[in-house]
Each structure stands twice: as structure tokens, then as C-alpha cells.
């Protein structure tokens, strides 16, 4: 690469949008502050591997934009490219495979409009500042865009072991229709395989399927006394465990079936259905539905609660949004806790009681398995002898299904959090109006409560209590809202420290993610909100006027983008070694400004730079320097 550095370039085109914008003065300091490139035909401006310090404007010649070795567009004299290089990686793409690279296709020339001369002129221009970057909002979306969802992409390669796969259930020839029937039905299953009789076919194995059963008994008049054998369907369509699961749905098309046997090592291993593919195919998370909702004890649903990791980590490579992924998460978190709850509680305890989830799980934010938050809800006057066994044996499994105990010890095998709801009424009473520092907690904890399992209605009367009792206080409010403040948020030499060679870790919960959280969450009880999750409780808030739209909007994504980082930071981490079955996440909210990418690292300044006036804004309200 050769460059020239003129003090000024008659060759710039300040006609063209957004540099119409500027002023002549500050046409004159962007004109002395570019560089010239000069690049042969074949050269690569700009990669994945090579982050930049400029904006590249094209003066001659044209520049080749390519993805996936394919030519995604042209860039000619006067367009300009690497403005999402500039704050982070060049491309985007799982190993790299669909990184974008800039090309010269012929011997061509550009513009490069430093960083430094770029933000400085977006400072002093307000309206060319917005057409290049955007505002904060608008930059972090685009930023985040660079991630885009590929979920799909990665399914294609989905393999059948991914699936959920129904056992196989085998009757002998000599069995009757009536004794098939009777084994789908103990078995829950749509269809039986059937030994073949030697002589007649084979010894093959054939399938009978409850649409069989109904053709042959309802519409043929055959007796339920006659033997499967000779009425089964033999040469079965059969796929190994490690095929595609495209292979699997090309296959079902093809033949017109909705399951096709799975075999291991020349062994039937399962039937895979056609909705369970189907199920895979649109998301791998309705796989770990599938097996909670078949899960018949404790230790099915700790292989359901394991694969979570996994999916993490597959949504994750794939680039879906943090938000998704939490969304998900909860749901499989939720449907994990509420069967646990029905294995282990008696019908009685079900429909008299409300099984809760308080804290991120409440708020529907969890993404690692974080301590257990979670209490139950009695009705008043019911009383359950076993219920404290129950209890120990719901928060032992979590314990076993990788979701750590509680330090503050917020569990349901606390009585304190086990209790009926006039109970509940009683302490909400005291954290109202006797709010010292332990009742402050476990307010702001109850406030996130949702329901899981049970009678929500007992969650919902304790809430619309909760909300009953509040007033406009400002000595409680302002109490409420202190924690926000608690931890510090580095700003203002922060930009050095991220320069440094071993920049110091940050805790990404405390300066950044827990004063957005607390900040909302105090808005919203001073606003008597029922809402729980921070993104809508902060859309609520915009709507009723209690914050600037576009404080709103930001606040949206910085915590999007502090999520994300910190999911980001744990799941890049190496391996110590080979994971086995339910290794988990370890919960770490530690990040190192020196090992995140330039895009990373630019977000989280941004994002505490943010969080910081969030936390300037909330004093304000609540008066809390006074």
C-alpha cells in the first residue's frame, strides 16, 4: 500500500452526500487531514483480518466488495465503505466463511478519512455527524447488524442425533391388533414395529401405525384377534443417526410418511416423526422442549436442562440476537421448572399453590444459569404434610440440573419463601413501610417475580397488594433507587484504560447491566408497573413520559449490547479441556477490555459512557445526592 499526504485535495468531491454538509472550514480541516491509497489490481483493501483506523472514499477506479468469494457489490468513485470496519471487524460470518473483503478490481485510488477527523467533525456537526454515524441508537443497531442472524445457515447441518427421536416399540408377528393398541396407548407412542414371521417376509422388521390400526379395524372390519404380522409394512425407510436431518425430510417428502426409522451401527435406535424434524429445523430449542415435555422424572429433565449450554452456544455462533436467545432460554427454563414442580408436587399442592421465579429469571434476562431465585405462593388455609420434603427435593435437583443455590438463600426449600399468601401480604408490609437494606432486596427481587407453575391468580393478588401499598413516598423511593448507585461505572480516563497493554477487568454486571436494571425497575414501582422484563418496562416508560425517548432508546441498546458482551465473554472463553455431557457456563461477569474486539470494545465504552449519565439522571430524579 503507497500513500501520499497532501495538504489539501482538489480531488475530494465535497458535492456528494453527507460532505455537502460541512462548513468551508470544515471542508479545509477534513481536506488537510486525508490520506491517499493507491491500490494495484487485485490488492485487498480491507478484510476481516485487517481492522481500520479510516473510512475509505473511492476517487478512481472500482472497488470489488465480496462475500463468500462472490461479489456482493461495486463500490465507483465517490461511494464510500468501512465505516463498520472502523468500529469493529471487518465481516461477519461463523469461521470467517462469509467475511466481507474489498477488493480492487482494477488500479484504483481512495480517500482515507481518519477516525479521529471523522468523530471530530461529527462532534461539530450535528447534521453530517448523523448522516455518517448515526446517533447512538441507530449506530449500535447497525453495529449489531454486523452479527446477523444466520441460525437457519447452521441448521441446514443439523444432523438427526440433534433430534428428538421417539424409542422404538417392538410387538411380535403373532401379536394381536388389540395388543398393539394396547402397547401405543401404555407407551404414549403412534406406532409399533412389528418382528417379521420367517417364511413370509423375511424376518424383517415392519411398522403398524395407529392410522393402520384405524383403517384396518374401523374401515376393513377386521377382528382385533388377528396378528399384526401379515399386516404390517415392511422395507421401512431407514437413516443413520449421524445423516442430515434434510436428508431425513427429503426422504419423508418423497415417500409421503411422517417418520422414518433410525438406525446406529446397523441397530434401530428410534423413530424420527416428521413434526419433530420439522421442530428442529425452525429451532433447535424446541428440541429440549420435546424431551421436558417427555421427560417422566427428575433425571430426564436434568439431560434437558444440560442441553441448554449447548444451545447457548449454537444460537450464539450463529449470531442471533441476545434478546432471542434470553427469550428462549427463559421459556426452556420456565417448561424445565414447571414439569419438575408437577413430578415432584401432588395434585392438591398444584392447584392450590403458584410456583415463582424472581430476580433475571423473573424479568425473563437469563442467559447463564445464575443462583436460583424462586419461592411458592399458598393459598390461605391450605396445608400440605409433605410440603417441606417437596421443597428440599425441588431446589436439590435444581442444584443437580447446574443451577447453583442461592447465597441469600431465596429458594422454596426456605420457608420464608414457602408461605401462604397472607404471609407474603404480611412481609410485603414490612418491605414497604420498615424498608432497611435486607427488606429493600427482597422487594426489588419480589417486584420481578413470575409465575411458572400453579394458580398465577395468587401471584397476581400478591403484585396488585405489593402495588396497593405503595405511595408517593419520596424518602422510600429514594431509598429504593440507592443501589443503583452502589457500584462504580469507570468513565471519563476510562478511554485510557481501555488503551492500556493489561487493561484492568471490568465487572459488566455492576458498572453497566445492574444500575440499567435498578434504575427501570425503581421508575417503574414509583409508577405502580406490573411490567417485569427491563426492555418493556423502559418502553413503558417512554410512553407515559418518565423518560426522554431517546434516553429510552438508548438505554434499549446498551443493555442489549452489555448482554451480549458479557454472553460474548464467557462463551469465546478456550476450553480447559473436552466438554462432556452438561458442562455448563461458568457464571463469570468479568470482562477484559484488552481481549475484546475493536467493535466489543468501542460498544462498551459507549455503552458505560451511557450507563453513567443513566445513573446521573436517576440521582437527579430521586435525590439521591442531596
Known amino acids: 500500500m503507497q500513500h501520499a499526504m497532501p495538504t489539501a485535495s482538489p480531488d475530494f468531491d465535497f458535492g456528494q452526500p453527507p460532505f455537502d454538509l460541512l462548513t468551508g472550514d470544515q471542508r479545509t480541516a477534513l481536506a488537510g487531514a486525508l490520506d491517499i491509497a493507491l491500490y494495484p489490481r487485485d490488492a485487498v483493501l480491507l478484510s476481516r483480518e485487517e481492522p481500520t483506523d479510516a473510512m475509505f472514499v473511492v476517487l478512481r477506479g472500482t472497488v470489488q466488495e465480496r462475500r463468500g468469494g462472490e461479489v456482493a457489490a461495486v463500490h465507483g468513485p465517490g461511494d464510500r465503505f468501512g465505516l463498520q470496519a472502523l468500529y469493529g471487524a471487518a465481516g461477519a460470518g461463523a469461521g470467517g466463511s462469509s467475511a466481507r473483503r474489498f477488493v480492487a478490481a482494477e488500479e484504483c485510488a481512495c480517500h482515507l478519512i481518519p477516525r479521529p477527523a471523522l468523530e471530530a467533525l461529527a462532534a461539530e456537526n450535528p447534521e453530517f455527524g448523523a448522516a455518517i454515524i448515526g446517533d447512538f441508537a441507530q449506530r449500535m443497531r447497525d453495529l449489531a447488524a454486523l452479527r446477523s442472524n444466520r441460525e437457519m445457515a447452521a441448521l441446514t447441518m443439523a444432523r438427526i442425533r440433534q433430534a428428538y427421536l421417539h424409542p422404538p416399540l417392538f410387538v411380535d408377528a403373532a401379536a394381536s391388533l388389540r395388543d398393539a393398541a394396547e402397547a401405543m396407548k401404555q407407551n404414549c407412542a403412534s406406532s409399533v414395529l412389528v418382528r417379521g414371521v420367517d417364511g413370509s417376509v423375511g424376518g424383517a422388521v415392519g411398522i403398524l401405525t395407529g392410522t393402520d390400526l384405524r383403517d384396518l379395524v374401523v374401515l376393513d372390519g377386521r377382528p382385533v384377534s388377528e396378528p399384526v404380522g401379515p399386516l404390517a409394512r415392511y422395507g421401512l425407510l431407514t437413516l443413520d443417526r449421524g445423516d442430515l436431518l434434510f436428508n431425513a425430510l427429503v426422504l419423508m417428502t418423497k415417500h409421503a410418511v411422517r417418520r422414518v426409522v433410525v438406525t446406529e451401527n446397523g441397530a434401530i435406535v428410534g423413530l424420527l416423526g416428521q413434526s419433530d424434524l420439522l421442530a428442529v429445523l425452525s429451532n433447535h430449542s424446541q428440541v429440549i422442549g420435546l424431551q421436558v415435555e417427555h421427560a417422566t422424572d427428575p433425571a430426564d429433565l436434568r439431560r434437558a436442562s444440560r442441553s441448554i449450554v449447548e444451545l447457548i452456544r449454537t444460537l450464539h455462533a450463529t449470531g442471533v440476537k441476545v434478546s432471542f436467545i434470553a427469550d428462549l432460554v427463559t421459556e426452556l427454563n420456565r417448561r424445565i421448572f414447571r414439569k419438575l414442580f408437577e413430578l415432584l408436587a401432588p395434585p392438591d399442592l398444584l392447584a392450590n399453590s403458584c410456583l415463582i421465579v424472581m430476580g433475571s429469571e423473573g424479568r425473563g434476562e437469563q442467559l447463564l444459569k445464575t443462583d436460583q431465585d424462586n419461592g411458592l405462593i399458598l393459598r390461605d388455609g391450605f396445608d400440605c404434610p409433605d410440603l417441606a420434603d417437596i421443597a428440599a427435593d425441588f431446589t436439590r435437583h435444581l442444584v443437580e440440573f447446574g443451577y447453583p443455590p442461592c447465597p441469600g438463600n431465596i429458594m422454596v426449600s426456605n420457608p420464608e419463601w414457602t408461605r401462604p399468601l397472607a404471609g407474603y401480604k404480611d412481609a410485603l408490609f414490612n418491605w414497604v413501610h420498615r424498608p432497611d437494606e435486607a427488606a429493600q432486596m427482597n422487594l426489588a427481587i419480589f417486584y420481578d417475580a413470575a ?176
Open 451 to 626: 409465575p411458572v407453575a400453579g394458580d398465577a391468580t395468587l401471584l397476581a393478588e400478591a403484585k396488585d397488594y405489593l402495588l396497593s401499598r405503595l405511595q408517593d413516598n419520596q424518602m422510600f423511593f429514594t431509598q429504593f433507587a440507592r443501589p443503583a448507585l452502589s457500584f462504580d461505572t469507570p468513565s471519563g480516563l476510562f478511554a485510557a484504560l481501555f488503551e492500556r497493554r493489561r487493561a484492568e477487568a471490568v465487572d459488566i454486571k455492576k458498572a453497566g447491566i445492574f444500575p440499567i436494571v435498578h434504575g427501570v425497575r425503581a421508575l417503574a414501582l414509583e409508577k405502580h408497573r406490573a411490567e417485569t422484563n427491563t426492555v418493556e418496562r423502559i418502553q413503558v416508560l417512554a410512553e407515559l413520559g418518565a423518560l426522554d425517548r431517546k434516553m429510552a432508546a438508548d438505554l434499549v441498546e446498551a443493555f442489549t449490547i452489555l448482554s451480549t458482551i458479557r454472553l460474548k465473554a464467557r462463551v469465546d472463553l478456550p476450553d480447559d479441556g473436552p466438554e462432556g455431557e452438561g458442562a455448563e457456563l461458568a457464571i463469570d461477569n468479568l470482562v477484559h477490555p484488552d481481549r475484546l474486539g475493536k467493535l466489543d470494545r468501542d460498544q462498551f465504552k459507549d455503552c458505560l459512557a451511557l450507563v453513567k449519565s443513566f445513573k446521573e439522571l436517576i440521582a437527579h430524579h430521586f435525590r439521591l445526592n442531596h
